[in-house]
């Protein structure tokens, strides 16, 4: 079994910086994807990026491409979101998720494991 432990939300200005990290337990292949949603008060759960495991292709949705980087560390099983020049409408809670198939990309039912959420707000 797999589990995602995620840390690293908080409150930041608009305009500040944050790094969320996604630490996985139990059997990681190298064929798995991992990803990124978030969902903000009153809408649905949408997807923000997602990694390939086994190499360093990277997807985002456009909102976030420039300013969010994915990256991952292989030996701590571990993928990280870094945020940077965050914006109000940033504000969600924000999953990590992880697929067995290597699937990387924006629909969720094919996510098989789930991190618990983070909370990220950016004042204004």
């Known amino acids: 079994q797999v589990q995602l432990v995620e840390s690293g939300g908080g409150l930041v200005q608009a305009g500040g910086s944050l790094r969320l990290s996604c630490a996985a337990s139990?059997?990681?292949?190298?064929?798995?994807?991992m990803a990124w949603f978030r969902q903000a008060p009153g809408k649905e759960r949408d997807f923000v990026g997602g990694?390939?495991?086994?190499?360093?292709?990277?997807y985002y949705v456009d909102s976030v491409k420039g300013r969010f980087t994915i990256s991952r560390d292989n030996a701590k099983n571990t993928v990280y979101l870094q945020m940077n020049s965050l914006k109000p409408e940033d504000t969600a809670v924000y999953y990590c998720?992880?697929?067995?198939?290597?699937?990387?990309?924006?629909?969720?039912?094919?996510?098989?494991?789930w991190g618990q959420g983070t909370q990220v707000t950016v004042s204004s």
């Open positions: 990694i390939v495991w086994r190499d360093y292709r990277t």
């Open positions: 139990g059997p990681i292949f190298s064929n798995y994807g």
């Open positions: 998720a992880a697929s067995e198939r290597g699937y990387s990309g924006s629909a969720s039912r094919y996510y098989t494991y």
